[in-house]
C-alpha cells in the first residue's frame, strides 16, 4: 500500500484565498483524522471521522475550517478565508477498522499564507 | 485539559551513547501512551505504544516505559546511530474516546553526531 497520500505538499497562496488541502486514506481504514502543526502550539487533532461521519470536530479553531469525508477513499479540509495565522504543516491519518491505537500519518501539506 | 510536556526539547549525543527521552502528562487518566518519530519534511511513524495497563514496550534497542501515577513516560535508545536522529513526540489518549483523541507534547529534537 502507498501509505496516506495528501496533496499538495506545499502551498502558498495570499490572505482571503480559499484553500483545499486533500487527503487518501489507506485502504480499508475507517478512521481518518485531521492535525495541525506549529512552532506554537505543536501538534493539534482538528477533526476525525469514522466511517466518513465526522465524530469530533471540536479542534476545528474556527468557521473558516470545513471538513469532508464524501466516501472512505477520500478527505478535504477547507479553509475560507484563509489569513496568515493559518499558515502550517497540515497532516492527515487513518487508523484500522476497530482500533484507532495506531493512526498512519500522511507526509503533510506544507501551508503558506502570505 | 491534559498537558504533555517533553524534556529536553533539544539533544545532541555522541554515537553509541545510550539515551533517555522524558514525557510528562498531567491527566493519569489515560488510555494509552505512543511515542512517535518524526523525520523533517515528513510525518509521523509510531514507534512504541504503551497500554494504560501495561509498564513497559520495547522495539529492537528502544525501550519504553509508563508510570501512570506519576504522569510519566521514557524513551530509552541504546547504542544511538546517527539514522536515530530525528524529532521524537509522545502522545497519550484518554479514556474517554480509546485511541483516538491523541494529545501530543511538544517533541525533544534529537541529534547523534559521528
Known amino acids: 500500500d502507498a501509505g496516506v497520500i495528501q496533496s499538495p505538499r506545499h502551498e502558498v497562496t495570499e490572505m482571503g484565498q480559499e484553500v483545499t488541502l486533500r487527503c487518501k486514506p489507506i485502504?480499508?481504514?475507517?478512521?481518518l483524522f485531521w492535525y495541525r502543526q506549529t512552532m506554537m502550539r505543536g501538534l493539534e487533532l482538528l477533526i476525525y471521522?469514522?466511517?466518513?461521519?465526522?465524530?469530533?470536530d471540536s479542534g476545528m479553531p474556527e468557521d473558516r475550517f470545513s471538513a469532508k469525508m464524501p466516501n472512505a477513499s477520500f478527505s478535504t479540509l477547507k479553509i475560507q478565508p484563509s489569513e496568515p495565522r493559518d499558515s502550517a504543516v497540515y497532516f492527515c491519518?487513518?487508523?484500522?477498522?476497530?482500533?484507532?491505537?495506531?493512526?498512519?500519518f500522511g507526509p503533510g501539506t506544507r501551508l503558506t499564507v502570505l | 485539559k491534559q498537558e504533555v510536556t517533553q524534556i529536553p526539547a533539544a539533544l545532541s549525543v555522541p554515537e553509541g551513547e545510550n539515551l533517555v527521552l522524558n514525557c510528562s502528562f498531567t491527566?493519569?487518566?489515560?488510555?494509552?501512551l505512543q511515542w512517535f518519530r518524526q523525520d523533517p519534511g515528513k510525518g509521523l511513524t509510531s514507534l512504541l505504544l504503551?497500554?494504560?495497563?501495561?509498564r513497559e514496550q520495547t522495539s529492537g534497542r528502544l525501550n519504553a516505559s509508563l508510570d501512570k501515577s506519576s504522569g510519566r513516560s521514557t524513551l530509552y535508545i541504546a547504542a544511538s546511530q546517527p539514522g536515530d536522529s530525528a524529532t521524537y513526540l509522545c502522545?497519550?489518549?484518554?479514556?474517554?474516546?480509546?485511541?483516538?483523541?491523541?494529545?501530543f507534547g511538544t517533541g525533544t529534537q534529537l541529534k547523534v553526531e559521528l
Open positions: 491519518a487513518s487508523s484500522l477498522p476497530g482500533s484507532t491505537d495506531t493512526q498512519y
Open positions: 485502504s480499508g481504514h475507517d478512521y
Open positions: 471521522f469514522n466511517n466518513n461521519v465526522p465524530i469530533d
Open positions: 491527566d493519569s487518566a489515560i488510555y494509552n
Open positions: 504503551i497500554q494504560s495497563s501495561q
Open positions: 502522545a497519550v489518549a484518554p479514556l474517554e474516546g480509546g485511541g483516538n483523541k491523541l494529545t
